[in-house]
């Protein structure tokens, strides 16, 4: 069974940084796209940042220049960094990834989320 844990989340005052981790684990053929979601408190949940098997980015347009995805494919690691946070980027941000099973399924999988407060 595939599982996604993520973990560095935590209080930071406006302006500081946070490195989000994702680790895949399970039985895994290949990781297609992965990305990672927020959502605040009475919001949708939002696509923040994904990232391809070809190393292709895509960026909400209010964390551009602030945040930087990328993936370490050997570790079955995908990373949020952060940067110059903002009271508004509050929420548990969630990982996702679209992974080719033992049975050759491309399937989604999410992460239990972890909780990100930036103070003002």
């Known amino acids: 069974q595939v599982r996604l844990v993520e973990s560095g989340g935590g209080l930071v005052q406006a302006g500081g940084s946070l490195r989000l981790s994702c680790a895949a684990s399970g039985i895994i053929r290949r990781i297609n796209v992965m990305a990672w979601y927020r959502q605040a408190p009475g919001k949708q949940r939002e696509l923040v940042a994904s990232?391809?098997?070809?190393?292709?980015?895509n960026y909400v347009d209010s964390v551009k220049g602030r945040f930087t995805i990328s993936r370490d494919n050997a570790r079955n690691t995908v990373y949020l960094q952060m940067n110059s946070l903002k009271p508004d980027d509050t929420a548990v941000y969630y990982c996702n990834s679209n992974i080719r099973d033992l049975n050759f399924r491309d399937l989604d999988y999410w992460g239990q989320g972890t909780q990100v407060t930036v103070s003002s």
């Open positions: 990232i391809t098997g070809g190393d292709s980015t």
